[in-house]
Structures are given as structure tokens and as C-alpha cells.
């Protein structure tokens, strides 16, 4: 357990290093939460006036269903085609190069057939757990939750080879599930580190937070609050930053066995839990 802590430390400790060595990568998920908040409000301000908001009874079950669906495909779409700017920045710093933002976003608008596939795919399979999720008591939930997390270990790699493979969709999943199977075994170890690393960070500043309550100061209590909610943003970006240097990290030694020269090969070698043991694997 401690070396698993320790090793998650050492992994959101070079990521950090690589980010503020190359401060431009916050830009993608600045830009990612930016475009999804004029996506959300673009779905949301026409059914609030609309009244289709009320629900599936009041706008019928095509067209509120309808609407979730393509809400959901422009939604992974934003997320996936700045994660894949993202990546191709973070692949070309890896490799000693160094992109502009501008050079990361035209790397991914030249992916944008496979990543408006991967995006179609990924908001059938969420809007499928959806509408699963709403018919199923707690066991069904639970079941659909690890179904969910099994798909998104699956496709892990997904953009990774999209982009520095230049596959199609279908090809990168493939391509994704048997980089999983073949050499990262079934667990998790190093990316659940890292959030863990964020989600407690998080909860220490909420506790903070209700910690002001005891003072008795409503002024104070606000000001935390505040501080507090742009705190969260800020992990946010700088996790989504960090995960994709990470991720991009792991695709490289998965695929061709090399450690980028930023990362320590104990620690990449066993940010996953082999399967088994035997040529080829961690």
C-alpha cells in the first residue's frame, strides 16, 4: 500500500515538473472547460424556454432523448478533440520537440473523422449506461458502474494511438484493449493514484472550508467558499493537463518499451499491476 502511495507521489511529481516545464499544456483543458460550458448552455437555454427540461413526459421520449444524445456526442467531442491537442503536444515534448498551441490544434482537427467516431461511440455507450442506470435499483447500479470502468480501462489508450499512430476509431480501440491485455495487467495502480493525489487536496480544502463555519464570520465563510470553488477548478485543469502527460507517458512504454527520459522507469513500469509475468510485460 505505502509503495503504491509512494510511487502515485513520484508519478503527479514528474507530471507536475513536465507541465511547468511547458506551461502552455493548461491552455487545452482551459479551452476544454471553456467550449463545454457554451455547450452546456447551448443545449440548456432553448429547453428552459422551450420546457423540455421538465423531462422526457413533457418534450416526449424521441425528442428529449433525441436532444440527450446529441448533447452527449458534441460534449465527448470537445473533451476528446482538446485531450487529443493536448496529447500531441505532450508525444511531441517527449520526444524533444516542442509544439505550439496553435500546432497542437491543427495536429488534432487532422484527426477529426476518427475523433468525431470516437466521440459518437462514447456518447452511444454513456447514453446506453444512462437510460441502464435509470431502470436499475443499487445492485444494477453498482454492476453498470464497473461495467463502465472496465470500458473506460478498455479504451484507455484510445486517443494515444489515435494520434500518434493515426488509426481510425475502431483500429485505436482495438489497438487500446490489446496494449491493456497484453502488457498493463487488470489493475490500476499509477492513474487512480494520481486522482487520489487531487481528490484529497480537494477534501482538505473543503474541510477547510467548514472549518470557517465554526468561526462565526459569514464573511469569511464566503470568501473560503470562494477560494474553495476556484481551487476545484484549478485542479481540474492542471489534473486533465497532468493525466494526459501521464497517460502519453504510459502509451509510450506500452508500446514500444521505452521510458520517456523525464519519467523513472521503476515508476512506470509499475504504475499497473501485472497480469502475469513473462516477456513483453510489466
Same mark, same amino acid.
Not at 102 to 110: F, I, R, Y
Not at 137 to 159: D, E, K, M, N, P
Given at each position: $500500500?505505502?509503495?503504491?502511495?509512494?510511487?502515485?507521489?513520484?508519478?503527479?511529481?514528474?507530471?507536475?515538473?513536465?507541465? $511547468?516545464?511547458?506551461?502552455?499544456?493548461?491552455?487545452?483543458?482551459?479551452?476544454?472547460?471553456?467550449?463545454?460550458?457554451?455547450?452546456?448552455?447551448?443545449? *440548456?437555454?432553448?429547453?428552459?424556454?422551450?420546457?423540455?427540461?421538465?423531462?422526457?413526459?413533457?418534450?416526449?421520449?424521441?425528442?428529449?432523448?433525441?436532444?440527450?444524445?446529441?448533447?452527449?456526442?458534441?460534449?465527448?467531442?470537445?473533451?476528446?478533440?482538446?485531450?487529443?491537442?493536448?496529447?500531441?503536444?505532450?508525444?511531441?515534448?517527449?520526444?524533444?520537440?516542442?509544439?505550439?498551441?496553435?500546432?497542437?490544434?491543427?495536429?488534432? &482537427?487532422?484527426?477529426?473523422?476518427? *475523433?468525431?467516431?470516437?466521440?459518437?461511440?462514447?456518447?452511444?455507450?454513456?447514453?446506453?449506461?444512462?437510460?441502464?442506470?435509470?431502470?436499475?435499483?443499487?445492485?444494477?447500479?453498482?454492476?453498470?458502474? *464497473?461495467?463502465?470502468?472496465?470500458?473506460?480501462?478498455?479504451?484507455?489508450?484510445?486517443?494515444?494511438?489515435?494520434?500518434?499512430?493515426?488509426?481510425?476509431?475502431?483500429?485505436?480501440?482495438?489497438?487500446?484493449?490489446?496494449?491493456?491485455?497484453?502488457?498493463?495487467?487488470?489493475?490500476?495502480?499509477?492513474?487512480?493514484?494520481?486522482?487520489?493525489?487531487?481528490?484529497?487536496?480537494?477534501?482538505?480544502?473543503?474541510?477547510?472550508?467548514?472549518?470557517?463555519?465554526?468561526?462565526?464570520?459569514?464573511?469569511?465563510?464566503?470568501?473560503?467558499?470562494?477560494?474553495?470553488?476556484?481551487?476545484?477548478?484549478?485542479?481540474?485543469?492542471?489534473?486533465?493537463?497532468?493525466?494526459?502527460?501521464?497517460?502519453?507517458?504510459?502509451?509510450?512504454?506500452?508500446?514500444?518499451?521505452?521510458?520517456?527520459?523525464?519519467?523513472?522507469?521503476?515508476?512506470?513500469?509499475? &504504475?499497473?499491476?501485472?497480469?502475469?509475468?513473462?516477456?513483453?510485460?510489466?
Amino acid at each position: $500500500m505505502f509503495e503504491s502511495i509512494g510511487r502515485s507521489i513520484e508519478l503527479v511529481k514528474t507530471s507536475w515538473n513536465i507541465l $511547468m516545464d511547458d506551461k502552455k499544456l493548461l491552455v487545452f483543458p482551459i479551452l476544454s472547460g471553456i467550449v463545454t460550458i457554451l455547450v452546456v448552455l447551448t443545449f *440548456i437555454l432553448p429547453l428552459l424556454f422551450s420546457g423540455a427540461l421538465m423531462g422526457k413526459a413533457h418534450a416526449g421520449p424521441v425528442l428529449y432523448y433525441g436532444l440527450l444524445f446529441l448533447f452527449y456526442i458534441v460534449s465527448y467531442f470537445v473533451v476528446i478533440f482538446f485531450n487529443t491537442a493536448l496529447i500531441s503536444c505532450v508525444n511531441a515534448k517527449l520526444n524533444g520537440r516542442d509544439l505550439t498551441v496553435g500546432e497542437g490544434l491543427s495536429a488534432a &482537427a487532422k484527426h477529426l473523422p476518427a *475523433i468525431i467516431g470516437w466521440a459518437v461511440i462514447s456518447a452511444t455507450v454513456g447514453l446506453i449506461l444512462h437510460l441502464l442506470e435509470e431502470r436499475s435499483g443499487l445492485i444494477g447500479q453498482i454492476v453498470l458502474s *464497473i461495467v463502465g470502468g472496465a470500458w473506460a480501462l478498455v479504451t484507455f489508450f484510445v486517443v494515444p494511438v489515435l494520434v500518434i499512430e493515426d488509426k481510425g476509431v475502431f483500429e485505436s480501440i482495438k489497438e487500446s484493449f490489446s496494449l491493456i491485455r497484453k502488457t498493463w495487467g487488470e489493475s490500476i495502480v499509477g492513474a487512480g493514484g494520481m486522482a487520489v493525489v487531487f481528490v484529497v487536496i480537494g477534501v482538505l480544502g473543503g474541510l477547510c472550508v467548514l472549518g470557517t463555519l465554526f468561526l462565526g464570520i459569514d464573511l469569511l465563510f464566503y470568501a473560503a467558499l470562494a477560494l474553495f470553488l476556484l481551487m476545484i477548478v484549478v485542479l481540474a485543469v492542471v489534473y486533465y493537463a497532468m493525466q494526459g502527460i501521464f497517460v502519453t507517458a504510459l502509451y509510450t512504454y506500452a508500446k514500444t518499451g521505452t521510458v520517456p527520459a523525464a519519467f523513472n522507469r521503476d515508476t512506470i513500469q509499475n &504504475a499497473f499491476m501485472p497480469k502475469q509475468a513473462g516477456p513483453g510485460n510489466i
